[in-house]
């Protein structure tokens, strides 16, 4: 019997999209975390391919292989998401635009003195 882990390769896809959303934040004057806030619906889709991919693969080849959910990946890309969705509320109801004030007005405040 062969198993097959459910998670990881979603888990590596979405830790190199945050990865290169960081580097172009850091390189351009894009917002990552808008981009982030954007495209997050596309972790969900690739969570439900990789699972549809695997049960449709464990049909067609046999019926001896298992399908193990890799729990702790899956945690961690539900994390990330759960983090979008806050940043996304906050950007919603303008709870983001005020944290920007504040901050800019605390540097802004920090430089006269």
């Known amino acids: 019997m062969r198993t ?3 998670g990881t390769i979603s888990m590596a896809i979405v830790l190199i999209c945050f990865g290169v959303l ?3 934040s850091q390189v351009s004057e894009i917002s990552g975390v808008k981009l982030a806030i954007k495209l997050w619906p596309c972790i969900l889709i690739l969570l439900g391919g990789e ?5 449709y693969k464990a049909k067609k ?3 001896d ?3 193990k959910y890799d729990i ?5 890309v539900l994390v990330i ?3 979008n969705i806050v940043l996304y509320g906050f950007m919603e109801t303008g709870i983001m635009d005020y944290i920007k004030y504040r901050i800019s007005e605390e540097i802004y405040i920090e430089d006269f003195r």
């Open 81 to 83: 998401l759960f983090v």
């Open 65 to 67: 292989m298992i399908i």
């Open 61 to 63: 080849e046999n019926n």
């Open 22 to 24: 960081i580097l172009i």
């Open 51 to 55: 699972i549809l991919w695997f049960s």
């Open 72 to 76: 702790f990946s899956i945690f961690i």
């Open 4 to 6: 097959r882990r459910v």
